[in-house]
């Protein structure tokens, strides 16, 4: 089958910890996506990328970090210095960066800070 | 920056149509509407995509006016399983080249409840 995973499904996290979120996807796209979600808000862009070993600062970038060192991974790194990471993280992708090029999402992790 | 309006939640009855409508004033030439569906702790996922007058698929119709100003999400006969929200997405590019800002924006979408 083919799609995104990502992993772990729940986390939990200690406050001055950072965690880090899986994302892999089978498609063969080029272009990957870090979306955060609060309770009764849209998703807002954390980081993409268009290409391996290229990424860019979406509009929430600040406390997070990410790598893009294989076409299939795009794996998110929240670090402590990320005031209220307590949300929900949607890793998406698409073939390439036109509208036309539809999104495909994971299935999210949902991290808790303790 | 293309920006969306859509109403924040809807009700409907099972067996119904429902029509949910984004005002897009700003849009440019080259932007394409999208919409995805949303349920609760999933992924949003793909609806349907137009960029003019009619498109229709198995799932829903998006019909666009002339003057492309605003879009309307057409779902017929909903079943409780079409609880979720919706979101209306317009733009030419996933990014902006060069920018940090890409061009499709997910809002707060509508929440559709679809009741028995």
Redesign the interface.
């Known amino acids: 089958d083919g799609g995104i995973t990502q992993s772990p499904k729940y986390l939990f996290r200690k406050e001055g910890q950072n965690v880090t979120l899986s994302c892999e996807q089978n498609l063969n796209h080029d272009a990957m996506y870090w979306y955060r979600q609060d309770p009764g808000q849209g998703l807002r862009l954390i980081y993409y990328s268009q290409i391996v070993n290229d990424f860019q600062k979406g509009d929430i970038a600040e406390g997070y970090s990410v790598s893009r060192e294989k076409k299939e991974s795009f794996p998110l790194t929240v670090t402590s210095a990320q005031k209220n990471p307590t949300a929900f993280y949607l890793c998406a992708s698409s073939s390439g960066q036109m509208s036309t090029d539809t999104q495909y999402f994971g299935p999210g992790t949902r991290l808790t800070v303790l | 920056l293309a920006k969306t309006t859509q109403p924040i939640s809807m009700d409907s009855y099972e067996g119904q149509e429902v029509n949910i409508t984004c005002s897009h004033n700003n849009i440019a030439t080259n ?2 509407i ?1 919409w ?1 569906q949303q349920f609760p ?6 609806i349907i ?1 137009g960029y003019k007058t009619k498109v229709t698929n198995e799932v829903a119709s998006l019909f666009i006016p002339a003057d492309r100003k605003s879009s309307t999400l057409s779902l017929p006969r909903v079943s409780l399983s079409d609880t979720a929200v919706y ?1 209306c ?1 317009v ?5 902006n ?1 060069g920018g ?10 509508t929440k559709l409840s679809v009741k028995p």
């Open positions: 932007d394409y999208t995805y702790s999933q992924g949003p996922r793909f995509q979101y997405l733009g030419y590019s996933l990014m080249y940090s800002q890409g061009n499709l924006i997910f809002g707060k979408g």
